[in-house]
Nanobody, 117 residues
Framework: QVQLVESGGGLVQPGGSLRLSCAAS????????MGWYRQAPGKQRELVAT???????NYADSVKGRFTISRGSAKNTVYLQMNSLKPEDTAAYYC???????????WGQGTQVTVSS
């Protein structure tokens, strides 16, 4: 069974940085697209950033210039470097992976990011 596990969340001061990691297991395939979404309490889950294999990353306007998504050297790993964090970045962050072989999306359980003084 495919599993995605996020790590790296926590409590950080405004202006600080965090690096989120996601490691996927349970498949021999490379996920065609991997990315990060976030969901704040009472709000809809929203795109943060995605990155396809061999392609350019895509960012939400709200994080562009502050966040950087990258795929790791290990198969099916993805990172999100978050700099200049703001209180409005507070949310549960979810790793997402898309596999075209079965047209299926996979989700991690989420990691909480709280930006507060």
């Amino acid at each position: 069974q495919v599993q995605l596990v996020e790590s790296g969340g926590g409590l950080v001061q405004p202006g600080g940085s965090l690096r989120l990691s996601c490691a996927a297991s349970g498949t021999i395939f490379s996920f065609n697209i991997m990315g990060w979404y976030r969901q704040a309490p009472g709000k809809q889950r929203e795109l943060v950033a995605t990155i396809p294999i061999g392609g350019s990353p895509n960012y939400a306007d709200s994080v562009k210039g502050r966040f950087t998504i990258s795929r790791g050297s290990a198969k099916n790993t993805v990172y999100l470097q978050m700099n200049s964090l703001k209180p409005e970045d507070t949310a549960a962050y979810y790793c997402n992976a898309f596999l075209t072989v079965n047209s299926r999306n996979y989700w991690g359980q989420g990691t909480q990011v709280t930006v507060s003084s």
